[in-house]
């Protein structure tokens, strides 16, 4: 009897073991690939290459986003002024564009406009103690009240060719948008994993009150992280207003729910300290062919804004229960 529980309970510590692993790191992973076996399944046009060629265009935005988000929610922060920030950059590049500003001095504007909306957001949240939770919602409000102002409720089209090339061309087979998707998702991932800077986000995540004992320049650091995400928020911004053809002071609201999903569902902890670009990606993926397999699928928008909030709440339940694992092991 006793040989058989010897036997048995390394059996049961590999099980539990594995349990643990596919829990803490391997959910997301599972999770995609469910998703993306369920979706070939209940839809013949999903497994298709166009199909799939057209849910990696449309999740470079969001891609982006979420990669901006990423820096922010690691640090222990919050933007939900996001949505506003796509509109405002997408109408202040159409409007250079329209007014005869050339390109590529538009497209540097408006990323530097974006970076001037980082400073005073990061500044506020530093400085004077606000919760970023606060200040970014009400950039939300302000920032998409500037975008209205400034194009007067009217969308502002974009005539330019190389500007529309941007958002719907092609370099060889593969999309252009795709190209700059992946562009930004590196620059991400080096500066989190190989840069001080990022080194010193993920210490503010874990411990403010440490990392600044530890000599960390806690204020700039995370006016820094503000200044970053809103420059690459402006670079999602143009890409969407060249796939559009237009500056609308619509285009990216709700937006940041996306976003936050992505990044939580690709498991960065939504209190800050923990996550990975690698993991955001997944998460986008999620999202994307979540939002491809619901409209092939004829789903309601509304029905899919529950079920989209509903994934959001499951996320971070879980990213909850990973956490309180992890303080107790």
Known sequence: MLKANAILQPEQAKWKQLAYFLFNKGSTTIGLILLFVIMSFASSDFLTIDNLLNVFRQSAV?????????????????????????????????????AGVPVPLAILITIVVGAAIGLFVGTVISTQKIPPFIVTLAMLTILSGIAFVYTEGNPIPINDAFFRSLGRGYLGPIPVPII???????????????????????????NEEAARLCGIRVNWVKTGIYVFGSMVMSIAGILLA????????????????????????????????????????????????????LNLLNVPSYHQLMIKGIVILAAVWFNSMKSRRASAA
């Not at 990669?67 to 506003?84: E, H, K, N, Q, R």
């Not at 992946?182 to 995540?205: E, N, Q, S």
């Not at 996306?258 to 498991?267: F, K, T, Y």
């Open 62 to 98: 969001l891609c982006i986003m979420a990669v901006a988000m990423t820096f922010i929610i690691i640090s222990g922060g919050i933007d939900l002024s996001a949505g506003s920030q796509i509109a405002v950059s997408g109408v202040i590049a159409a409007g250079l564009i329209a």
């Open 242 to 293: 060249s796939r559009l053809s237009t500056g609308s002071p619509n285009a990216g609201t709700g937006s940041e729910l996306d976003a936050i999903a992505a990044v939580v569902l690709g498991g960065t902890n939504l209190f800050g300290g923990e996550g990975k670009i690698v993991g955001t990606l997944m998460g986008v993926a999620i999202i994307s062919i979540l939002n491809n397999g």
């Open 180 to 206: 700059i998707m992946i562009a930004v998702a590196i620059v991400g991932h080096l500066l989190l994993t190989h840069t001080r800077f990022g080194r010193a986000i993920y210490a503010i995540g874990g």
